[in-house]
């Protein structure tokens, strides 16, 4: 495994969002394949408990609201020659066109768009990654889909997945990655905080291949940040248990 | 293997152990490359080819199996006789890897009706009835993968590829409804679309070969790049995707 392609060993992997979903899953998969783990959340107890959980040692956590630039410079500051950043803090929340409000775009944009796009900046800018990073980061099929109140959450995903294909042309020079992972549905806190404006278990029954837990969206992301990726960039890896299938 | 508390599986979600695998195309280039990574994974392969030097040569490339013995069949897929030898030489799959294609350079004024058919058969035709031979005699395990080798000429134009990139095309309209028809008992369809690829299909013109390359930021790609893309594929870190194409190319921002 160690000389495995597929292997993260002795890897340094920044990984935000990682109280809780889909980070704490990446997290927890990369720390297995061998990396070394700083994550990042905003709830002490909840971050100190998934970074007590990862296998293997070194990890470090990281406290902090990355929408804040106090918080984002002081994560910058305290990092070093990242192998590998895994940009999965993100929130929902629904809004019907006519509902929408400049308070509403604020904050899907700061912490779906801005955040990890100033983060990128500061990484880039701070020499914070070394020779061949990835950068792997968190998108949704919203983007593709968009179904009813989610225009504005959808929009911060398909911005950001714009912007990712301009930045993996910027850090190519350098030899570094950058791609999506955008998935489907998932079983995770945040769909259940949707639980009382869509009934997301009917979204997850639609697909084909029925619900998909965190494990499965951090497998990918797992495989973006690891060597047997190397030639791949500035594309979108969809883990969605085939329910584009359905959508033109 | 498929349940998600299964520790051993998500400690390297990317193993292939006891798996069997087809591998078509395994005499040289990205499908030799994928029957090699894929022993290495720990995959049990049966691997086909036209040419039985070749194929042997790969056959002697593989790491030995944890169960079993790797089979070599060698057979011309556009024959449906010598297809229906190998769906019956290859017993019980958890995977298959159309890797056997050809190039199909022609501008579309000196396009030939033989020519394109004969792009169509190898590169359409036989891995699509291959696929409908192994659902039809049940020879697909449930939760399988079925990786399909597609190309960048889907995505983007480039003159002279019109045979090529449509058989290509083909390919990928054809996953859709395929992954929808096999998804009720878990199993899987994907493409992988590979850019330029330093294989014996293209490499016989070096410079034409190092100039195209100069047009990927991250360079040409290896039979292993393409290979580790179907590792994942393979393997049931990517079990819940399906009717995907993977785009594998250097981040080439325009061909």
Same mark, same amino acid.
């Given at each position: 495994?160690? !000389?495995?392609?597929?292997?993260?060993?002795?890897? $340094?992997?920044?990984? $935000?969002?990682?109280?809780?979903?889909?980070?704490?899953? /990446?997290?927890?998969?990369? +720390?297995?394949?061998?990396? =070394?783990?700083?994550?990042?959340?905003?709830?002490?107890?909840?971050?100190?408990?998934?970074?007590?959980?990862?296998?293997?040692?070194?990890?470090?956590?990281?406290?902090?609201?990355? $929408?804040?630039?106090?918080?984002?410079?002081?994560?910058?500051?305290?990092?070093?020659?990242?192998?590998?950043?895994?940009?999965?803090?993100?929130?929902?929340?629904?809004?019907?066109?006519?509902?929408?409000?400049?308070? =509403?775009? @604020?904050?899907?944009?700061?912490? !779906?768009?801005?955040?990890?796009?100033?983060?990128?900046?500061?990484?880039?800018?701070?020499?914070?990654?070394?020779?061949?990073?990835?950068?792997?980061?968190?998108?949704?099929?919203?983007? =593709?889909?968009?179904? +009813?109140? $989610?225009?504005?959450?959808?929009?911060?995903?398909?911005?950001? /997945?714009? /912007?990712?294909?301009?930045?993996?042309?910027?850090?190519?020079?350098?030899?570094?990655?950058?791609?999506?992972?955008?998935?489907?549905?998932?079983? /995770?806190?945040?769909?259940?905080?949707?639980?009382?404006?869509?009934?997301?278990?009917?979204?997850?029954?639609?697909?084909?291949?029925?619900?998909?837990?965190? @494990?499965?969206?951090?497998?990918?992301?797992?495989?973006?940040?690891?060597?047997?990726?190397?030639?791949?960039?500035?594309?979108?890896?969809?883990?969605?248990?085939?329910?584009?299938?359905?959508?033109? | 293997?498929?349940?998600?508390?299964?520790?051993?599986?998500?400690?390297?979600?990317?193993?292939?152990?006891?798996?069997?695998?087809?591998?078509? &195309?395994?005499?040289?280039?990205?499908?030799?490359?994928?029957?090699?990574?894929?022993?290495?994974?720990?995959?049990?392969?049966?691997?086909?080819?036209?040419?039985?030097?070749?194929?042997?040569?790969?056959?002697?490339?593989?790491?030995?199996?944890?169960?079993?013995?790797?089979?070599?069949?060698?057979?011309? %897929?556009?024959?449906?006789?010598?297809?229906?030898?190998?769906?019956?030489?290859?017993?019980? %799959?958890?995977?298959?890897?159309?890797?056997?294609?050809?190039?199909?350079?022609?501008?579309?004024? *000196?396009?030939?009706?033989?020519?394109?058919?004969?792009? *169509?058969?190898?590169?359409?035709?036989?891995?699509?009835?291959?696929?409908?031979?192994? %659902?039809?005699?049940?020879?697909?395990?449930?939760?399988?993968?079925?990786?399909?080798?597609?190309?960048?000429?889907?995505?983007?134009?480039?003159? &002279?590829? &019109?045979?090529? &990139?449509?058989?290509?095309?083909?390919?990928?309209?054809?996953?859709?409804?395929?992954?929808?028809?096999?998804?009720?008992?878990?199993?899987?369809?994907?493409?992988?679309?590979?850019?330029?690829?330093?294989?014996?299909?293209?490499?016989?013109?070096?410079?034409?070969?190092?100039?195209?390359?100069?047009?990927?930021?991250?360079?040409?790609?290896?039979?292993?790049?393409?290979?580790?893309?179907?590792?994942?594929?393979?393997?049931?870190?990517?079990?819940?995707?399906?009717?995907?194409?993977?785009? %594998?190319?250097?981040?080439?921002?325009?061909?």
């Amino acid at each position: 495994m160690i !000389n495995s392609p597929f292997s993260l060993a002795g890897r $340094t992997i920044l990984v $935000t969002g990682a109280s809780s979903g889909i980070g704490a899953a /990446t997290a927890g998969l990369c +720390a297995n394949l061998g990396a =070394h783990i700083i994550a990042c959340g905003r709830d002490t107890a909840r971050l100190d408990a998934v970074v007590a959980g990862l296998a293997g040692s070194g990890h470090q956590a990281l406290v902090g609201d990355l $929408t804040d630039p106090a918080a984002r410079q002081a994560l910058v500051d305290a990092v070093m020659a990242l192998d590998g950043c895994v940009f999965s803090a993100g929130v929902a929340t629904l809004a019907p066109m006519r509902m929408v409000s400049q308070r =509403h775009l @604020d904050t899907l944009f700061a912490v !779906n768009y801005d955040a990890p796009v100033l983060l990128t900046q500061a990484l880039l800018a701070k020499r914070k990654l070394a020779p061949g990073a990835s950068l792997v980061y968190v998108t949704a099929i919203a983007e =593709h889909a968009a179904p +009813a109140a $989610t225009g504005v959450y959808s929009g911060t995903k398909g911005a950001l /997945t714009a /912007t990712v294909r301009t930045i993996a042309v910027e850090v190519a020079k350098q030899g570094m990655r950058a791609n999506c992972v955008s998935p489907g549905y998932v079983a /995770t806190p945040m769909m259940d905080g949707l639980q009382n404006v869509m009934n997301s278990a009917d979204k997850m029954q639609l697909a084909p291949l029925g619900t998909i837990e965190p @494990d499965d969206v951090a497998a990918g992301i797992a495989w973006l940040l690891a060597p047997a990726s190397r030639w791949v960039s500035r594309t979108s890896l969809k883990i969605d248990a085939g329910l584009t299938l359905y959508m033109r | 293997m498929n349940d998600v508390k299964n520790p051993a599986t998500f400690q390297n979600p990317f193993s292939l152990h006891g798996k069997a695998i087809l591998v078509t &195309g395994a005499s040289s280039g990205i499908g030799r490359a994928v029957a090699i990574a894929c022993a290495q994974a720990g995959a049990r392969l049966v691997i086909s080819g036209r040419d039985a030097t070749r194929l042997d040569a790969t056959l002697a490339q593989l790491a030995a199996p944890g169960d079993g013995v790797h089979q070599a069949v060698v057979a011309d %897929l556009t024959d449906p006789g010598q297809l229906a030898l190998l769906a019956a030489a290859a017993g019980q %799959l958890d995977g298959v890897v159309h890797g056997a294609g050809i190039d199909g350079v022609a501008p579309v004024r *000196m396009l030939r009706q033989a020519f394109l058919e004969s792009v *169509m058969a190898t590169n359409f035709i036989a891995p699509v009835m291959l696929t409908q031979k192994l %659902l039809y005699q049940k020879q697909l395990k449930n939760g399988a993968s079925l990786v399909f080798l597609s190309s960048i000429a889907v995505h983007t134009g480039t003159v &002279g590829l &019109g045979p090529y &990139g449509s058989s290509k095309a083909a390919l990928e309209g054809f996953i859709l409804p395929l992954a929808l028809e096999i998804a009720p008992r878990g199993m899987r369809a994907n493409a992988l679309a590979p850019g330029l690829v330093d294989t014996p299909l293209v490499n016989h013109a070096a410079e034409w070969l190092a100039e195209q390359g100069k047009k990927y930021p991250l360079g040409l790609g290896r039979p292993e790049d393409v290979a580790y893309g179907a590792i994942y594929l393979l393997s049931d870190a990517s079990r819940k995707v399906t009717g995907t194409q993977l785009h %594998l190319d250097g981040g080439i921002p325009w061909t």
